[in-house]
């Protein structure tokens, strides 16, 4: 039976509030060890901060002023080939995870579809 996102994604989330600063985002990325996380108001997503939109701002400036928008997201029972296309096609890192109500439930990144690859 092929895997899914359900099977190999992340679901101890770190995320960003909107009104944070670009400081205080990039400091969580540091001391996470990851590359980019969502961000959440009200318990909906309404971004993704990532490394790269971090170097395009001052410290001070507020985490939505520079996420990005438009979130990519696949459901717990997508398969791993169909997200790896989906990052190969969009050139994007990470897909978040969300349930039938859009609701945040986890995150698929580059390195678990490679911690998840048989190693034989």
Not at 54 to 65: F, H, P, Q, R, S
Not at 71 to 89: G, N, W
């Amino acid at each position: 039976m092929e895997k899914t996102a359900a099977d190999i994604m992340t679901t101890e989330l770190i995320t960003a509030r909107p009104s944070a600063t670009v400081l205080e985002a990039a400091r969580m990325l540091a001391k996470n060890r990851i590359s980019g996380m969502p961000v959440v108001s009200a318990g909906k997503v309404i971004g993704v901060l990532s490394e790269a939109d971090i170097l395009t701002a001052a410290g001070d400036t507020t985490v939505d002023w520079v996420m990005t928008t438009k979130v990519v997201a696949v459901r717990p029972d997508t398969p791993i080939p169909e997200i790896i296309e989906i990052l190969k096609q969009r050139h994007l890192k990470r897909v978040l995870v969300t349930d039938a109500a859009g609701d945040l439930i986890g995150i698929v990144s580059r390195s678990d579809i490679i911690a998840a690859m048989p190693l034989d």
